[in-house]
């Protein structure tokens, strides 16, 4: 990868899980390591962007040179990104929960031997939203299937309207060191065989870079 490829470019990239809150001690969420994201927070620094990584909860450590902003739920997730824009890259990596709880009790809620039903509300979808607007940036998603890759990843970029969808089956890659995956943008599908989510993210950046070019 070029070094300085991305330079003076704003990218904006989200993150891990979301958290969304049942109680003050319970709550919904997603397997989502961060590891794909950070990589690819690693990556865009090392190509010489200014890297704003929106983050849920996770065990990582911040890459060098990029600007980290925790956050919990998929709304606190939504407003940093809204916050955070105009950027000209926004790669939405993130787990992001689709569902939350309609109102979480301020106070824990106690166990009875009864069974209790949870009343949920759809989640915004961020990426959806920052790629309907009238000045969005370039926008990348991620899909994690765990059947038919290639179609439900070229209808989740076709609804979205994303120039770019990178795919991967969710059982090879959840909380490990590598991942397989496969690329899909306007020309066509394009494989990225199995390697450590660092590589993964630097061959992503170099594709982003020539179709932003
Ligand atoms: O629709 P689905 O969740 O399968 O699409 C995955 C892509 O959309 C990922 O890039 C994810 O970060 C993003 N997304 C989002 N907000 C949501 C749901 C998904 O930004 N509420």
Redesign the pocket.
């Known amino acids: 990868l070029r070094q300085g490829a991305l330079a003076g470019k704003r990218v904006l990239i ?1 993150a891990g899980p979301t958290f969304e809150p049942i109680d003050p001690v319970r709550g919904l969420t997603n397997l989502s390591s961060g590891k794909m994201g950070y990589a690819v927070a690693q990556a865009a620094a090392e190509a010489g962007a200014e890297v704003w990584l929106v983050s849920g909860p996770t065990c990582l450590a911040t890459p060098a040179s990029v600007r980290r902003i925790d956050v919990q739920s ?1 709304a606190d ?2 407003d940093a ?1 809204l916050r955070e824009l105009p950027s000209d890259v926004f ?8 569902y939350r709880v309609d109102a979480a009790a301020t106070q824990k809620i106690k166990k009875s031997t009864d069974g209790m039903t949870l009343q949920l509300v759809a ?8 790629a309907a607007l009238p000045d969005a940036p370039f926008c ?6 765990t059947e038919q890759l290639a179609e ?1 990843a070229e209808a ?1 970029r076709l ?2 309207k994303l120039p770019l ?2 795919g991967n089956l969710a059982q090879d890659t959840l909380g490990q060191d590598t991942a397989e995956l496969v690329l899909f943008d306007d020309r066509g599908q394009h494989r990225l065989p199995r390697a450590d989510k660092l590589t993964q993210a630097r061959h992503l950046i170099r594709h982003l870079v020539n179709l932003l070019n």
């Open positions: 989200t998929a997730m939504r990104v790669i939405a990596v993130a787990a992001v929960a689709d989640n915004p979808d961020i990426l959806a939203e920052v990348v998603g991620f899909a994690a299937e439900h989740k609804r979205k969808l990178v």
